[in-house]
């Protein structure tokens, strides 16, 4: 099935640092969504993309579709503690596959006091 | 706008007996989705509803099943339950099938024991 490479796995920032993470396939993606997923809690919708070279904000979260449709990437800016959590890339298989939502393994992000 | 609900949040079963999950959808989404995740395997999906019907179906055994009502509420069902089979549990809902926006609920945490 699909894979999405999420990267990296784990960060250890302070607080206050700007974040960067990104996903990539290899295949091509119309749609790319962004999750944060609190421990005991389920993913909560982020930011959503449509149209490859696509750049949204919600808040100090800022997110782009990759060029190539391969690829997107999230951004958060002047991180604080609530940042901490699991952040995961998703999209629809393309082509319309019947395995619901590809998601990433997840960016781990720890802000270290 | 009420988001997504499921219950139980917490269920502790034995190996052998089985369970039933629900899960009600935004008001006015008529997709379903239901996902399993481990710690090992990540999110993976399970399978679809959309109008009472199973649209599509991940690689799990037939243990696994599920049902949608007329009101688009959905329960998933597992028999003979097995260790491997604890995980976090999530649903999530869409306006379409295959939605590409699915906003998931809170999960049901299941320990088979």
């Known amino acids: 099935g699909q894979q999405l490479n999420q990267s990296p796995q784990s960060m250890f920032i302070q607080e206050g640092e700007d974040v960067s993470m990104n996903c990539t396939s290899s295949?091509?993606?119309?749609?790319w969504l962004w999750y944060k997923q609190d421990p005991g809690e389920g993913p909560v919708l982020l930011i959503a993309?449509?149209?490859?070279?696509e750049l949204t904000s919600n808040g100090r979260l800022t997110a782009q579709f990759g060029i190539t449709r391969k690829d997107s990437f999230l951004n958060i800016s002047a991180s604080i503690p609530s940042d901490v959590g699991i952040y995961f890339c998703a999209g629809p298989p393309p082509g319309g596959g019947a395995d619901g939502l590809t998601f990433g393994k997840g960016t781990h992000l720890i802000i270290q006091p | 706008k009420a988001g997504v609900t499921q219950t139980p949040r917490y269920l502790i079963k034995t190996r052998g007996q089985q369970v039933t999950l629900s899960c009600s959808p935004i008001?006015?989404?008529?997709?379903v989705s239901w996902y399993q995740q481990t710690p090992g395997q990540g999110l993976q999906f399970l399978f679809e509803y959309f109008s009472e019907t199973q649209r599509n179906k991940g690689n799990f055994p037939g243990r696994f099943s599920g049902r949608q009502f007329s009101n688009s509420r959905s329960e998933m069902n597992v028999s003979t339950l097995e260790l491997g089979d604890s995980a976090l549990y999530l649903c999530?809902?869409?306006?379409?099938?295959?939605?590409?926006?699915?906003?998931f609920g809170p999960g049901t945490r299941l320990l088979v024991l």
């Open positions: 008001s006015g989404h008529r997709s």
């Open positions: 295949s091509i993606f119309n749609t």
């Open positions: 993309l449509y149209k490859a070279g």
């Open positions: 999530a809902s869409s306006l379409y099938p295959r939605g590409e926006t699915q906003y």
